[in-house]
């Protein structure tokens, strides 16, 4: 019986728009893609040697209920948040926050010139953990667990595990798989991932193959479930994201930095906010 393989189910194209004081980024995954890509609620691509067009970062802000990952490709981000936590996010590293009942936090450059690229993804927590106490973790880059296959083939394991390689977070309701893949001309990558998960690509240097289909640079591919394995190959030097996650299936309320189950909810963070009770 030949082998099925996930296909592109759909191909989009990220909004250019600005965050925090002014950051210009791309927003991939949008509150439209909320459902269909449960857990994921948002990823944001960076991306400028223009320091004007990072700068100002991103001052004093709060969130609740869902976790953030950022990752540096490139640049260094200072993080200071209500918990104590301070840190410093550079080349290769990752930050992984989970804002739980509440946190205020920032996020601003410690370059003046230079590039500064990488992304930011929003993953939802279960009604069950959302109240739960804020955690915070750096990864430097040289603290990702990667590994080189036999055809150059570079994987750096973010989260969840890829080829018996651990990645550097794991989490049991969500079950998330974050994978950084650097494929040369020609290669190709396979990967397990369990039907049940919804899962994407995000391609951000070259051009990938996947079940006929091709993805550019700069295009996020939704991948279709309706086989355990998805098969990339690269029609030219490429580097993406593969992410993929169980979903929650619960319902989503998102108000700007809260992510809750209900509007009430939503109105209960903003109270504890401006009352100085979230963090």
Do not use: C
């Not at 055809?151 to 969500?174: E, L, P, W, Y």
């Amino acid at each position: 019986m030949e082998k099925k393989f996930r296909h592109i189910e759909q191909l989009v194209t990220g909004v250019q728009t600005s965050d925090g004081a002014g950051v210009r980024l791309t927003r991939v995954l949008t509150g439209k893609l909320q459902r269909r890509l449960d857990p994921f609620l948002m990823l944001d691509a960076f991306g400028s040697d223009v320091a004007d067009d990072y700068i100002a970062g991103f001052p004093d802000h709060p969130h609740r209920g869902f976790e953030t990952v950022t990752y540096m490709l490139a640049g260094r981000m200072r993080h200071k948040d209500s918990a104590g936590n301070e840190g410093l996010l550079d080349n290769g590293g990752v930050q992984w926050m989970t804002a739980g009942r509440g946190v205020i936090h920032s996020e601003m450059p410690e370059q003046i010139e230079g590039l500064m690229e990488g992304f930011q993804l929003w993953v939802n927590l279960p009604a069950k953990r959302k109240m739960m106490e804020p955690w915070y973790r750096d990864f430097a880059g040289a603290e990702i667990p990667e590994y080189v296959a036999d055809n150059g083939i570079q994987v750096r394991v973010i989260a969840g595990n890829s080829h018996g390689v651990k990645g550097a977070v794991v989490r049991v309701d969500t079950e998330p798989l974050y994978l950084d893949v650097h494929m040369p001309a020609g290669a190709s990558f396979e990967e397990e991932l369990p039907h049940t998960h919804n899962a994407f690509i995000y391609v951000y240097r070259g051009e990938i193959e996947l079940n006929g289909a091709t993805v550019a640079s700069g295009r996020m591919g939704i991948l279709s479930n309706d086989a355990d394995t998805v098969k990339l190959h690269a029609s030219t030097d490429a580097r993406l994201i593969l992410v993929a996650g169980r979903p929650l299936n619960e319902p989503i309320v998102q108000y700007g930095p809260f992510v809750m189950n209900t509007q009430d909810e939503i109105h209960r963070a903003l109270d504890d906010y401006r009352s100085g009770r979230l963090a």
